[in-house]
């Protein structure tokens, strides 16, 4: 039984010391706390090998963006009177060295239900209750504990936003006491502790280009934008999430909050306290499933229905996911990934993705579709994967969720409504503003197109599909998957879909070529 009255404040996500109830618990009562990151190779190993700089499955966007979280924790905490302590390794390898190392009678973390976590807290929570530790690890990643709402349907996760709404009610939380000092950091012994790294020290080179996210990590970050965003009431009062321009770059049309909110640099229970105080004072306001509030629920929503569903990130034994005979197109799905679909609003998003690990929600729906159940027919999965490693939000519940929303294997079904890849972009970008930022190649005359060795039509590519053609075969694709799903009541196999793929593909090889052009203007 450990002799002192040490805590250990395991930091993964809920990086911030404001509405930190595990940071509270871990101060309160105990003579040292000892404040740990440990830098997962899982996620943080360089990938010499990957399509872009970052590792496996991170890109240098999100890990850059993660550091500067780091050190902004590591300066709040140096102001309460402690610092954040990192190690390196499997993060429950090295929490179970530490708890055998260090004076420890608490181990307090936030709970957290993505897979990967759960598995890990499992085995560090059964380390600690065999050694006699108490642990400690509340709710404050989400405004709900996705649980009490599963719990309250009988077991099963809501699947839709409405019963979702009915099920949570009015959330009753009390934010963390804000904490003025902090008890300090006790002898580390053996521990190698190491200060935060940069990137350089991780092992990447950042290789020059002309932009970078605009983007910056950490919790006083959060605040301030948070704190901006919410001094124009008006603005706030009258959010409408289908509103909003995709193409607005030099002043994104939303809040830009979602990267803090998924490292935990901004608590959400605080943001929705904040929202609400402001509908207070305001004489109306737009209310959910389309206000900021409604936005935050959204996040509640996806948060419950993948904790409750196994294989949710999989088409495979999901119960709530169509199962549908995607194309295995590596090309094509390189093409999307490597904006060369030679339409140049989807190219123009990806490079922003690239650029900036960030993009509007509309430009995500718009190159979704196209990837999927719009033009190019390509798993689902393939695309959550990019945008899983590339956005500096990816969030495992909220990326996953999304796709499988905008492929029309969950939530929503109306396939015969596509985005066009075309014609969406010029309602937004008419005077192709945005593409010409992200594509520059487009905006040149012909002799800098000459001397980079890039001249349109011959270097930027023609389309990769036609899309008037490519949609309308995707629809029948879609209806016909769906109406194998309905009368196999959900339950296909993977000979089911594999003679499904033998059609489509036969229906393809019957098609004759038309000798007709589609005429498409994709760029004024």
Request: proline share 6%.
């Amino acid at each position: 039984m450990p002799s002192g009255s040490g805590s250990l404040m395991w930091f993964r996500k809920g990086l911030r010391v404001h509405d930190n109830p595990a940071l509270e618990y871990a101060s309160r009562g105990s003579t040292c706390v000892y404040p740990l990151f440990v830098i997962d190779p899982h996620y943080m190993e360089l990938d010499p090998n990957a399509y872009s700089p970052g590792s496996t499955r991170a890109g240098i966007n999100r890990i850059r963006f993660l550091l500067e979280s780091l050190a902004d924790l590591d300066s709040s905490l140096k102001k309460l009177g402690s610092r954040l302590l990192v190690l390196k390794g499997e993060p429950s390898e090295v929490l179970i060295r530490c708890l055998n190392e260090w004076d420890v009678r608490k181990l307090c973390f936030e709970y957290d239900t993505d897979p990967y976590y759960q598995a890990l807290d499992d085995k560090a929570k059964n380390y600690a209750s065999a050694a006699g530790i108490e642990v400690f690890s509340p709710v404050s990643h989400t405004i709900f504990d996705p649980a009490d709402i599963i719990e309250k349907n009988g077991g099963r996760p809501p699947l839709s936003y409405q019963s979702f709404l009915k099920l949570a009610g009015e959330p009753s939380f009390s934010l963390s006491v804000e904490l003025s000092w902090m008890p300090p950091v006790g002898d580390v012994g053996r521990c190698e502790i190491l200060q935060v790294p940069t990137l350089k020290e991780l092992g990447y080179v950042e290789k020059h280009q002309d932009e970078f996210t605009p983007f910056r990590g950490g919790e006083s970050e959060a605040l301030r934008r948070l704190r901006e965003s919410l001094s124009d009431k008006e603005w706030v009062a009258n959010f409408e999430k289908p509103k909003g321009d995709p193409s607005a770059y030099i002043k994104p049309a939303t809040t830009v909050l979602s990267p803090y909110l998924k490292f935990g640099c901004l608590s959400s229970r605080y943001f929705y306290q904040c929202l609400k105080d402001v509908y207070k004072n305001v004489k109306r306001h737009t209310s959910p499933p389309v206000s900021l509030v409604g936005q935050l629920l959204w996040r509640e929503f996806f948060y419950t229905v993948a904790f409750g569903t196994p294989n949710f990130d999989e088409m495979k034994g999901n119960k709530i996911c169509k199962q549908i005979p995607w194309n295995d197109d590596d090309k094509l799905l390189a093409a999307w990934r490597e904006s060369r679909t030679g339409y140049p609003w989807i190219d123009a998003i990806m490079v922003q993705l690239r650029k900036w690990g960030w993009m509007h929600h509309l430009a995500r729906h718009s190159v979704a579709c196209f990837l999927t159940r719009g033009d190019l027919f390509v798993h689902w999965e393939k695309g959550r994967d990019i945008f899983e490693r590339l956005l500096i939000d990816s969030d495992w519940a909220i990326n996953n969720g999304n796709w499988l929303w905008l492929s029309c294997s969950s939530f929503f079904y109306q396939y015969n409504r596509i985005y066009s890849p075309i014609s969406f972009g010029r309602k937004y970008d008419p005077n192709g503003n945005y593409i010409r930022h992200f594509l520059p190649i487009l905006k040149a005359p012909l002799s800098v197109q000459t001397k980079a060795k890039c001249i349109i039509g011959r270097d930027y590519p023609k389309p990769v599909v036609l899309h008037d053609t490519a949609s309308n075969e995707c629809r029948k694709k879609m209806g016909q998957a769906y109406a194998l799903n309905q009368r196999l009541n959900g339950r296909v196999s993977e000979e089911d879909l594999r003679k499904l793929r033998r059609k489509f593909d036969e229906d393809e090889d019957k098609q004759e070529p038309k000798p007709r052009r589609q005429r498409q203007k994709l760029i004024k």
